[in-house]
């Protein structure tokens, strides 16, 4: 490599005590391009060595004060230079001891005088060489030890969190299975005590009361658990539209409102008097709320106080809630919106959760373009929670959140209706309940039983299980399509599947309606309600869930 193309020059210190021949050595080593360094004596070369690194060194053998084997000894024994190549010139004869000695005094090679400018080049060229591999060595090997360092920090990083994942796995199942237990054991209860034919009226309607209650808290669950994945995998779409933040509120103070009733909590509502309104989804925005409400009202004694707030600042509606409960350390309050994220110990609260309300919280906000914090000034001092979303322009149009007048079963006509699930409990709840509305019921386990219960019974509605054995809800759909009867007739899937992609498939095997299970009361009648006569089919499901 020449000196033009060299980009790392190393130095080349000569130690001499005549100046002619350090001329002279610089003059035959000037060609290599490397930084060439002239001193007179071993202590001006032991003052440059302690300041700078030095490749190598071309040393006179004789020298007055320090000779160059006291010099070469000196430098060996310094550690930062146990790569520095040492050569002795010598004008003298020397012996195979002379030799013998400047090699353990650490000496790598001799130059006779005469010195030979081919050979003294070389000689430097090749330590030179050298020291500069070794030295991009070292720096590849600390390069290569930073690298494994931070690549071990990052795996024990992620050891830990996997740690800390699976742990948090463990404990979100034990806790998930507490939490469908509990349901559950009032309904088991419940059915026993219907069982007993002396049971009075009043706890009839009590028992049914508490099946109810606790089916529909299991139907929470479930949906919190499925909205998770849902948004994890970006399956969730917004149906945005102008929404009112006031009709907001209110939907979702009725669903918290049996919550803070039962632990005797008082809720107090600050409202503006204009109307605020927000592009979103109502059913998604009331599940904001609404999930903050009952976080509220869980998390603290009976008898406590919640103040729900809206206003607008600037360009942003503002919901903030803010409870008297047990409150939240203040290390701990960024880890509330983490999923199944459990900050309350168990010991602290009755009603720990999954763990995923206030993460879908987050998530669903961050989805309508807004952001929500909590703050709290330590256990003991309640806790506020704060949500920020875009507005539109104000309307004075009620819209966008349906009522509680508008969720009443629409009263339908009696109707010829097949009910076709291999789950026998589920066919015959399904069937009292349609025959009780004054329809016509038939039942089927199968698909092939369905088709076969249909030819003679020609029903106006078929409701059909998706997983049935010998023939599955599609192929039994296709199969009544085929049917002249079954042409006009209105086929509505039940499945416990709600995606998108699980809608397009029902639509294709030719169903009107897509009921995601549990099945509503208004859900159900409403399909009902829709049950063509003789009109050709539709183009695919409403989507119901």
Same mark, same amino acid.
């Given at each position: 490599?020449?000196?033009?193309?060299?980009? #790392?020059?190393?130095?080349?210190?000569?130690?001499?005590?005549?100046?002619?021949?350090?001329?002279?050595?610089?003059?035959?080593?000037?060609? !290599?391009?490397?930084? !060439?360094?002239?001193?007179?004596?071993?202590?001006?070369?032991?003052?440059?060595?302690?300041?700078?690194?030095?490749?190598? =060194?071309? *040393?006179?053998?004789?020298?007055?004060?320090?000779?160059?084997?006291?010099?070469?000894?000196?430098?060996?024994?310094?550690?930062?230079?146990?790569?520095?190549?040492?050569?002795?010139?010598?004008?003298?004869?020397?012996?195979?001891?002379?030799?013998?000695?400047?090699?353990?005094?650490?000496?790598?090679?001799?130059?006779?005088?005469?010195? =030979?400018?081919?050979?003294?080049?070389?000689?430097?060229?090749?330590?030179?060489?050298?020291?500069?591999?070794?030295?991009?060595?070292?720096?590849?090997?600390?390069?290569?030890?930073?690298?494994?360092?931070?690549?071990?920090?990052?795996?024990?990083?992620?050891?830990?969190?996997?740690?800390?994942?699976?742990?948090?796995?463990?404990?979100?199942?034990?806790?998930?299975?507490?939490?469908?237990?509990?349901?559950?054991?009032?309904?088991?209860?419940?059915?026993?005590?219907?069982?007993?034919?002396?049971?009075?009226?009043?706890?009839?309607?009590?028992?049914?009361? =508490?099946?109810?209650?606790?089916?529909?808290?299991?139907?929470?669950?479930?949906?919190?658990?499925?909205?998770?994945?849902?948004?994890?995998?970006?399956?969730?779409?917004?149906?945005?539209?102008?929404?009112?933040?006031?009709?907001?509120?209110?939907?979702?103070?009725?669903?918290?409102?049996?919550?803070?009733?039962?632990?005797? $909590?008082?809720?107090?509502?600050?409202?503006?008097?204009?109307?605020?309104?927000?592009?979103?989804?109502?059913?998604?925005? *009331?599940?904001?709320?609404?999930?903050?409400? $009952?976080?509220?009202?869980?998390?603290?004694?009976?008898?406590?106080?919640?103040?729900?707030?809206?206003?607008?600042?600037?360009?942003?509606?503002?919901?903030? =809630?803010?409870?008297?409960?047990?409150?939240?350390?203040?290390?701990? @309050?960024?880890?509330?919106?983490?999923?199944?994220?459990?900050?309350?110990?168990?010991?602290?609260?009755?009603?720990?959760?999954?763990?995923?309300?206030?993460?879908?919280?987050?998530?669903?906000?961050?989805? $309508?373009?807004?952001?929500? $914090?909590?703050?709290?000034?330590?256990?003991?001092?309640?806790?506020?929670? *704060?949500?920020?979303?875009?507005?539109?322009?104000?309307?004075?149009?009620?819209?966008?959140?349906?009522?509680?007048?508008?969720?009443?079963?629409?009263?339908?006509?009696?109707?010829?209706?097949? *009910?076709?699930?291999?789950?026998? #409990?589920?066919?015959?709840?399904?069937?009292?309940?349609?025959?009780?509305?004054?329809?016509?019921?038939?039942?089927?386990?199968?698909?092939?039983?369905?088709?076969?219960?249909?030819? %003679?019974?020609?029903?106006?509605? @078929?409701?059909?299980?998706?997983?049935?054995?010998?023939?599955?809800?599609?192929?039994?759909?296709?199969?009544?399509?085929?049917? %002249?009867?079954?042409?006009?007739?209105?086929?509505?899937?039940?499945?416990?599947?709600?995606?998108?992609?699980?809608?397009?498939?029902?639509?294709?095997?030719?169903? #009107?309606?897509?009921?995601?299970?549990?099945?509503?009361?208004?859900?159900?009648?409403?399909?009902?309600?829709?049950?063509?006569?003789?009109? %050709?089919?539709?183009?695919?499901?409403?989507?119901?869930?």
């Amino acid at each position: 490599m020449s000196a033009a193309t060299r980009v #790392d020059p190393v130095n080349i210190l000569l130690v001499d005590d005549q100046p002619s021949k350090l001329l002279t050595y610089e003059s035959i080593l000037g060609e !290599l391009g490397e930084n !060439l360094v002239k001193v007179s004596s071993a202590t001006e070369a032991l003052e440059y060595l302690l300041r700078n690194d030095v490749a190598v =060194v071309l *040393v006179d053998v004789v020298m007055p004060e320090l000779d160059g084997y006291e010099l070469a000894a000196m430098i060996r024994q310094h550690p930062r230079f146990q790569r520095t190549s040492i050569i002795f010139v010598s004008a003298l004869l020397l012996t195979d001891l002379d030799r013998l000695r400047g090699y353990e005094c650490g000496a790598v090679d001799y130059v006779p005088v005469p010195v =030979v400018p081919e050979i003294l080049r070389a000689k430097v060229s090749v330590f030179a060489e050298l020291y500069r591999k070794t030295r991009a060595l070292e720096r590849l090997n600390a390069e290569l030890e930073r690298r494994v360092a931070d690549r071990t920090a990052a795996l024990e990083a992620t050891t830990a969190a996997l740690q800390e994942a699976d742990r948090r796995k463990d404990e979100f199942l034990a806790i998930l299975a507490h939490e469908l237990r509990n349901p559950l054991a009032p309904i088991r209860t419940a059915v026993q005590l219907l069982r007993k034919r002396d049971l009075a009226e009043a706890q009839t309607m009590r028992a049914r009361e =508490v099946i109810e209650r606790q089916v529909q808290h299991l139907v929470c669950l479930i949906d919190d658990l499925l909205d998770v994945s849902r948004i994890t995998r970006g399956m969730i779409t917004l149906q945005r539209e102008r929404v009112l933040i006031d009709a907001v509120v209110a939907r979702a103070v009725e669903t918290a409102r049996p919550l803070i009733d039962a632990r005797r $909590h008082e809720l107090t509502l600050d409202l503006p008097e204009d109307l605020l309104s927000v592009d979103g989804d109502p059913t998604r925005l *009331v599940q904001i709320i609404g999930n903050i409400l $009952h976080n509220a009202a869980k998390f603290m004694e009976p008898g406590g106080r919640i103040v729900l707030s809206v206003a607008r600042e600037d360009s942003y509606a503002v919901i903030k =809630v803010k409870d008297s409960g047990m409150g939240i350390p203040s290390d701990l @309050v960024p880890k509330i919106f983490d999923l199944f994220s459990q900050v309350h110990q168990k010991s602290e609260s009755a009603h720990s959760g999954l763990g995923i309300g206030l993460a879908l919280v987050r998530r669903l906000v961050e989805m $309508h373009g807004g952001v929500v $914090h909590a703050s709290s000034q330590g256990p003991g001092h309640g806790t506020e929670l *704060v949500v920020r979303l875009p507005l539109l322009a104000v309307t004075s149009t009620p819209f966008g959140v349906a009522t509680a007048e508008s969720k009443r079963p629409p009263v339908v006509s009696p109707r010829r209706i097949l *009910v076709a699930d291999d789950n026998n #409990d589920a066919v015959e709840a399904l069937a009292l309940q349609l025959q009780l509305a004054g329809h016509d019921v038939r039942t089927a386990n199968d698909g092939m039983e369905a088709l076969e219960v249909a030819e %003679s019974f020609a029903p106006q509605v @078929v409701l059909l299980d998706l997983g049935m054995p010998r023939m599955d809800g599609y192929e039994t759909a296709r199969q009544i399509r085929r049917r %002249s009867w079954g042409r006009g007739a209105t086929l509505v899937a039940l499945t416990g599947w709600g995606q998108q992609q699980d809608r397009q498939r029902t639509s294709a095997a030719g169903f #009107d309606v897509h009921l995601v299970k549990p099945v509503t009361e208004f859900d159900l009648f409403h399909a009902i309600a829709s049950a063509r006569t003789g009109q %050709s089919t539709s183009p695919g499901p409403a989507f119901i869930e």
